[in-house]
Protein backbone atom coordinates (compact mmCIF):
# COMPACT_ATOMS: atom_id res chain seq x y z
CA UNK A 1 0.00 0.00 0.00
CA UNK A 2 1.26 3.82 -0.79
CA UNK A 3 2.44 5.74 1.41
CA UNK A 4 -0.20 8.60 0.86
CA UNK A 5 -3.42 6.26 1.00
CA UNK A 6 -2.11 4.41 4.98
CA UNK A 7 -1.19 8.44 5.92
CA UNK A 8 -4.79 9.04 4.92
CA UNK A 9 -6.03 5.83 6.75
CA UNK A 10 -4.59 6.53 10.02
CA UNK A 11 -5.16 10.41 9.90
CA UNK A 12 -9.22 9.92 9.02
CA UNK A 13 -10.00 5.87 10.32
CA UNK A 14 -13.29 6.29 9.65
CA UNK A 15 -12.83 6.64 5.97
CA UNK A 16 -11.31 3.52 5.57
CA UNK A 17 -12.83 2.34 2.43
CA UNK A 18 -13.99 5.03 0.89
CA UNK A 19 -12.44 5.65 -2.52
CA UNK A 20 -9.90 3.68 -2.44
CA UNK A 21 -11.92 0.93 -4.22
CA UNK A 22 -9.33 -1.67 -6.35
CA UNK A 23 -9.36 -0.90 -10.47
CA UNK A 24 -11.75 -3.85 -11.02
CA UNK A 25 -14.39 -2.77 -8.28
CA UNK A 26 -14.19 0.62 -9.88
CA UNK A 27 -14.77 -1.08 -13.41
CA UNK A 28 -17.74 -2.68 -12.30
CA UNK A 29 -19.47 -0.01 -10.84
CA UNK A 30 -19.23 1.59 -13.84
CA UNK A 31 -20.64 -1.43 -15.98
CA UNK A 32 -23.25 -1.45 -13.40
CA UNK A 33 -24.45 2.30 -13.74
CA UNK A 34 -24.19 1.75 -17.69
CA UNK A 35 -26.11 -1.27 -17.29
CA UNK A 36 -28.99 0.52 -14.73
CA UNK A 37 -29.11 3.91 -17.74
CA UNK A 38 -29.27 1.97 -20.42
CA UNK A 39 -31.84 -0.37 -18.73
CA UNK A 40 -33.75 2.89 -17.50
CA UNK A 41 -33.80 4.68 -21.01
CA UNK A 42 -34.99 1.44 -22.59
CA UNK A 43 -38.30 1.21 -20.02
CA UNK A 44 -38.43 5.25 -20.35
CA UNK A 45 -38.88 4.61 -24.28
CA UNK A 46 -41.16 1.59 -24.04
CA UNK A 47 -43.44 3.44 -21.50
CA UNK A 48 -43.57 6.94 -24.45
CA UNK A 49 -44.30 4.54 -27.38
CA UNK A 50 -47.22 2.86 -25.43
CA UNK A 51 -48.30 6.08 -24.49
CA UNK A 52 -48.34 7.04 -27.99
CA UNK A 53 -50.28 3.60 -28.98
CA UNK A 54 -52.69 4.10 -26.26
CA UNK A 55 -53.43 8.10 -27.78
CA UNK A 56 -53.69 6.97 -31.09
CA UNK A 57 -56.19 4.53 -30.82
CA UNK A 58 -58.20 6.75 -28.44
CA UNK A 59 -57.77 9.84 -31.40
CA UNK A 60 -58.86 6.98 -33.44
CA UNK A 61 -62.20 6.28 -32.19
CA UNK A 62 -63.16 10.06 -31.09
CA UNK A 63 -62.07 11.53 -34.11
CA UNK A 64 -64.57 9.49 -36.57
CA UNK A 65 -67.39 10.21 -33.76
CA UNK A 66 -66.75 13.65 -34.04
CA UNK A 67 -67.40 13.49 -37.62
CA UNK A 68 -70.44 11.48 -37.31
CA UNK A 69 -72.10 13.72 -35.31
CA UNK A 70 -71.38 16.84 -37.23
CA UNK A 71 -72.59 14.63 -39.76
CA UNK A 72 -75.73 14.09 -38.25
CA UNK A 73 -75.96 17.74 -37.26
CA UNK A 74 -75.39 18.37 -41.11
CA UNK A 75 -78.18 15.73 -41.90
CA UNK A 76 -80.86 17.92 -40.20
CA UNK A 77 -80.06 21.33 -41.34
CA UNK A 78 -81.88 22.78 -44.60
CA UNK A 79 -80.24 22.66 -48.46
CA UNK A 80 -81.43 26.07 -49.35
CA UNK A 81 -79.11 28.86 -49.54
CA UNK A 82 -80.46 31.16 -46.70
CA UNK A 83 -81.20 34.72 -48.34
CA UNK A 84 -82.19 38.45 -47.07
CA UNK A 85 -84.45 40.51 -49.06
CA UNK A 86 -82.73 42.68 -51.69
CA UNK A 87 -79.09 40.70 -51.03
CA UNK A 88 -77.51 38.21 -53.16
CA UNK A 89 -77.96 34.75 -51.55
CA UNK A 90 -75.21 33.07 -49.78
CA UNK A 91 -72.99 30.93 -51.29
CA UNK A 92 -73.57 27.98 -49.53
CA UNK A 93 -76.12 26.35 -47.98
CA UNK A 94 -75.74 26.13 -44.15
CA UNK A 95 -75.76 21.53 -45.04
CA UNK A 96 -72.45 22.46 -47.56
CA UNK A 97 -70.70 24.88 -45.09
CA UNK A 98 -70.68 21.90 -42.29
CA UNK A 99 -69.65 19.75 -45.20
CA UNK A 100 -66.48 21.90 -46.38
CA UNK A 101 -65.78 22.45 -42.53
CA UNK A 102 -65.79 18.10 -42.21
CA UNK A 103 -63.38 18.54 -45.49
CA UNK A 104 -61.23 20.73 -44.06
CA UNK A 105 -61.05 19.38 -40.52
CA UNK A 106 -60.11 15.81 -42.17
CA UNK A 107 -57.36 17.57 -43.64
CA UNK A 108 -56.08 19.12 -40.73
CA UNK A 109 -56.37 15.70 -38.84
CA UNK A 110 -54.26 13.89 -41.10
CA UNK A 111 -51.57 16.76 -41.05
CA UNK A 112 -51.90 17.21 -36.77
CA UNK A 113 -51.36 13.10 -37.23
CA UNK A 114 -47.84 13.20 -39.46
CA UNK A 115 -46.56 16.19 -37.79
CA UNK A 116 -46.71 14.33 -34.01
CA UNK A 117 -45.47 10.68 -35.47
CA UNK A 118 -42.59 12.95 -37.05
CA UNK A 119 -41.87 14.85 -33.77
CA UNK A 120 -42.19 11.57 -31.55
CA UNK A 121 -39.62 10.02 -33.72
CA UNK A 122 -37.52 13.04 -33.33
CA UNK A 123 -37.78 13.19 -30.03
CA UNK A 124 -37.15 9.13 -29.94
CA UNK A 125 -33.94 9.48 -31.55
CA UNK A 126 -32.55 12.25 -29.46
CA UNK A 127 -33.01 10.27 -26.30
CA UNK A 128 -31.23 7.57 -28.42
CA UNK A 129 -28.38 9.93 -28.98
CA UNK A 130 -28.61 10.97 -25.29
CA UNK A 131 -28.35 7.22 -23.93
CA UNK A 132 -25.37 6.48 -26.66
CA UNK A 133 -23.44 9.54 -24.88
CA UNK A 134 -24.00 8.09 -21.82
CA UNK A 135 -22.66 4.97 -23.32
CA UNK A 136 -20.08 6.21 -24.02
CA UNK A 137 -18.63 8.57 -21.06
CA UNK A 138 -18.87 5.39 -19.24
CA UNK A 139 -17.05 3.97 -21.65
CA UNK A 140 -14.57 6.52 -21.02
CA UNK A 141 -14.46 6.56 -17.69
CA UNK A 142 -13.62 2.94 -17.77
CA UNK A 143 -10.63 3.46 -20.48
CA UNK A 144 -9.41 6.33 -18.04
CA UNK A 145 -9.25 3.66 -15.12
CA UNK A 146 -7.38 1.46 -17.28
CA UNK A 147 -4.85 4.32 -17.91
CA UNK A 148 -4.74 5.58 -14.61
CA UNK A 149 -3.97 2.36 -12.72
CA UNK A 150 -1.37 2.01 -14.98
Same mark, same amino acid.
Given at each position: ??A?????? +? #???L???? @??????E?? *???? *????????????????????? $? =?A?????????? #????????A?? #??????????????????? $?? +??????????? @????? $?? @? @????????????? +?? *??? =??????? $?? =???????
Amino acid at each position: MGAKKQAAK +V #LFPLMVGW @NWMSKEERK *EEWK *EFRSNMEKMWDQFQDMQKATK $E =TAEKQWGKIFPQ #LMEMQQTVADS #LSDEKATLPGMPSAPFSPK $EF +VEKAKEIQEKI @NEHAV $EA @N @NRAFEHIIQRQQQ +VK *EMV =TDAANDA $ED =TLDKVES
